[in-house]
């Protein structure tokens, strides 16, 4: 059975930091592209905000790359997005997404399995 598992979430200042993490089980970790995604209130679930490829080859949007970063530990099965310097737009729920292959997907409707979501609050 596939599963997703985020964690990390929370309530933070603006400016602050948080850790998420995504445990997998159910399928073969090497053979998937995964990826975090959000989606505000009220709003669709949209483009990807990170990528990570098995080699660890990366790709953050440009509305996150320079306070994001994504890794995964092929050990635990797991894929981490470390935010930084978070603004009051950064809140949504945050989605761990996992694509067969190689290849970077940037769409939802690419991604085969998710996880339940993390909520991630940026208030004062």
């Known amino acids: 059975q596939v599963q997703l598992v985020e964690s990390g979430g929370g309530l933070v200042q603006p400016g602050g930091s948080l850790r998420l993490s995504c445990e997998t089980s159910g399928f073969t970790f090497d053979y998937y592209t995964l990826a975090w995604f959000r989606q505000a209130p009220g709003m669709e679930r949209k483009g990807v905000s990170c990528?990570?490829?098995?080699?660890?080859?990366?790709y953050c949007s440009d509305f996150v790359k320079d306070r994001f970063t994504i890794s995964r530990d092929k050990a635990k099965s797991t894929v981490y997005l470390q935010m930084n310097n978070l603004r009051p737009e950064d809140s949504a729920v945050y989605y761990c997404g996992a694509s067969w292959g190689l290849s970077f997907r940037y769409t939802p409707n690419e991604y085969r399995y998710w996880g339940q979501g993390t909520q991630v609050t940026v208030a004062s």
């Open positions: 990528i990570v490829g098995s080699d660890g080859t990366s």
